[in-house]
């Protein structure tokens, strides 16, 4: 399905949906300048996985909160509920999403990313990063995608998720070697042309 430009969504277990998915072939990433900046404004952070689901109880309903308050702010009302994240790290039963990425800094957590990893089909699906907006770097969300690539590539992973490209909003997913992004039949490397779709 992956394969196909669909996607996991946060609608249901085992939900779907095609869409202009993008994706890193890791085989042919390499860091550019330009991700090497990134990651070294975002110094000092460090990552840890936790599988998923959590347990019920204990659950951190900050963990809720910081999500909310983070798709509120960037998004506007109503994006994203505490109780769907909670959901979503919790229920095996309605979520698709088996990992749960932490960004600590200083014994601080301030950003995390709800993903799918298979290791066995070599593959990672990342999805809803979410950080604290006041205590973050300026590209701190661009700093987690990219430090989450390249530490796919060193896991052994063969491709990197990135969502989909829906507007200009989406160009940031562009800067990575390696991209392909999927055009309803198959999987294009031209970014010209997907930079004037955008556009």
Do not use: C
Not at 125 to 130: C, W
């Amino acid at each position: 399905m992956f394969v196909d430009g669909y996607a996991f969504t946060r609608l249901g277990r085992g939900v779907m949906q095609q869409t202009r998915s993008v994706r890193i072939d890791l085989r042919k990433f390499a860091l550019s300048s330009e991700n090497r900046r990134i990651l070294k404004k975002n110094e000092g952070f460090a990552m840890r996985y936790t599988h998923l689901p959590f347990p019920v109880n204990p659950y951190d309903f900050r963990i809720g909160k910081l999500a909310k308050d983070f798709y509120s702010t960037k998004f506007g009302n109503g994006i994203m509920s505490a109780q769907k994240i909670k959901e979503m790290l919790t229920d095996v039963t309605k979520s698709n999403f088996n990992t749960l990425i932490s960004f600590t800094k200083d014994n601080a957590t301030l950003g995390y990313a709800i993903t799918y990893v298979d290791k066995i089909s070599r593959l990672m699906h990342y999805s809803y990063p979410f950080y604290d907006l006041m205590k973050s770097p300026k590209d701190m969300g661009l700093g987690m995608m990219t430090a989450a690539i390249d530490q796919a590539k060193r896991d052994g992973l063969e491709y990197i998720y990135l969502g989909s490209l829906q507007n200009r909003s989406s160009l940031y997913k562009l800067q990575f070697e390696g991209l392909e992004w999927f055009d309803g039949k198959t999987w294009q490397t031209d970014v010209e042309t997907i930079k004037r779709l955008l556009s």
